[in-house]
């Protein structure tokens, strides 16, 4: 009899019922121990204990509008994410007024100061079209280094093992930031909504956010606080 | 734990959900949001974010239960909704970055942690599941506990159903890393429970407490 140990994928797929019977009919003992121990494990799994619910989720719920009902502009969403929108429009809005007035402003070579410093004041006059925020997240995304949007899920593990520096709270919230605003762009994309005064300003938001998080990972505001600057 | 599987929608609830109406999608949460939160929570490893998907899921379900045919398959469709909200932020690149995945998982040189000393620091099965990697957590969730198939769960990633498979095993590796390690912790605190034992009772015969010699008169010569 083949004494050879079964690796786990074999051992998992005759678990499932899913391996070929020839080599099922070679379960030996030990076999049949690990057998055991993975179907104690899923059964484990299967028994975890509830995750609470808080009650502010049915919150939202509760106030969404319902469906043919929304008017020219959808407060739905803003109703969905409204402390991950408030936030990260007065946290990047915060960051665009220390780059603003913060005085000169050290910008890594080949892009000008007001290039960085005059993009929030000119979302803020609006009029921007959305191919040009497009093109300046896609812009934004690319300098921050190895970070690919839409990434498939691969190159995303691929780029956890790079040897970057853990992010800092500030980078935290902004990426966090970046995911609710991701969230709403894909849904909208999903739902197949058009609202071009909508889409424009989340991918404004997203252009601040990234600008933000450029600025951060530069050091810019950490050395405008060191500057003893203020508002 | 409450689990899609065990949930049976009432007809009138799944026939109120479908034609909007607010009381039936109250009722619909009520049975639907735990199992919901428990894939999402589990997948995601955040609580805001799974609270995020249980919110998304519902207002789905809100705006689109006219676009449902069958009373009997909201329980399916509220599950494929969820999923898809939760893998949606795991590709997520902001994600990513943000949660600094698989800091257990995977040194500088790539290669996986094979020693036993982040086995320590998690003495839950929960905590377990939590150093497995976004990926390899999701499928052992998706496979284990949600009963979706490799094929099922590869074109919800974007993969093959090798990936699903070889996901699993990885994941598998590291539980049963866990596993033997808690069984033998355990016989180590029994070996020292029973140590105890043995050294109390010589100490109760060595102060004469001993009940056997007290009972009884003593055997005549």
Redesign the interface.
């Known amino acids: 009899m083949d004494k050879t140990p079964l690796p786990i994928s074999d051992l998992l797929a005759l678990r499932d019922g899913e391996l070929h019977e020839a080599k099922a009919s070679a379960v030996d003992p030990q076999v049949r121990a690990q057998l055991t121990r993975l179907h104690e494990l899923r059964g484990e799994l299967q028994a975890l204990p509830d995750v609470p619910i808080s009650d502010a989720a049915w919150q939202k719920i509760a106030t969404a509008p319902e469906h043919g009902r929304r008017g020219g502009g959808p407060p739905g969403h803003w109703l969905r994410y409204p402390l991950a929108t408030a936030a990260s429009v007065f946290f990047a809005s915060l960051l665009g007024i220390y780059l603003v007035f913060g005085g000169q402003v050290p910008v890594e070579s080949g892009v000008a100061p007001a290039s960085v410093v005059n993009t929030a004041p000119q979302l803020q006059a609006g009029g921007l079209q959305l191919a040009g925020l497009m093109n300046r997240s896609r812009e934004l995304e690319l300098r921050l280094r190895g970070v690919q949007p839409l990434a498939p899920a691969s190159d995303v593990v691929v780029a956890s093992t790079e040897a970057v520096a853990a992010p800092s709270s500030v980078e935290r919230q902004l990426m966090g930031r970046l995911t609710d605003v991701d969230a709403q762009i894909a849904r909208m994309f999903e739902s197949g909504i058009q609202d071009p005064q909508l889409r424009e300003r989340l991918w404004g938001q997203r252009v601040i956010l990234l600008e933000s998080l450029v600025a951060v990972r530069g050091g810019q505001v950490s050395d405008l606080f060191e500057d003893g600057r203020s508002m | 734990?409450?689990?899609f599987a065990d949930i049976r929608l009432p007809d009138a609830v799944a026939q109120g959900v479908i034609d909007?109406e607010?009381s039936a999608?109250?009722d619909a949460?009520g049975l639907l949001?735990?199992a919901v939160?428990?894939l999402a929570?589990?997948i995601l490893q955040d609580?805001a974010?799974?609270?995020?998907v249980?919110?998304?899921t519902?207002?789905d379900l809100?705006?689109?239960?006219?676009q449902i045919n069958n009373t009997q398959s909201i329980v399916a469709w509220v599950r494929k909704v969820a999923v898809n909200h939760c893998l949606?932020?795991?590709?997520?690149?902001?994600?990513?970055?943000?949660t600094?995945?698989?800091a257990h998982e995977?040194h500088?040189d790539?290669q996986l942690d094979h020693s036993m000393q982040w086995v320590e620091q998690v003495p839950t099965?929960?905590q377990a599941?939590g150093t497995l990697?976004?990926?390899a957590r999701a499928v052992?969730?998706l496979h284990?506990?949600e009963g979706y198939t490799h094929k099922e769960i590869g074109a919800l990633?974007?993969?093959t159903t090798s990936f699903s498979?070889?996901q699993?095993?990885r994941a598998?590796?590291r539980?049963?890393q866990w596993?033997q390690h808690m069984e033998a912790a355990q016989q180590v605190v029994v070996k020292r429970a029973d140590g105890l034992q043995v050294e109390q009772q010589s100490q109760d015969k060595t102060h004469g407490q001993n009940t056997v010699t007290d009972i009884g008169p003593a055997c005549p010569s």
């Open positions: 734990m409450a689990g909007g607010r999608l109250a949460y949001a735990q939160m428990n929570a589990r609580r974010q799974a609270e995020e249980v919110q998304d519902f207002i809100l705006e689109k239960s006219a949606m932020r795991l590709r997520s690149p902001w994600h990513a970055r943000r600094d995945v698989d995977v500088n790539g099965l929960e599941l990697s976004e990926e052992v969730w284990d506990v990633m974007g993969k498979k070889s699993l095993a598998y590796e539980l049963l596993q």
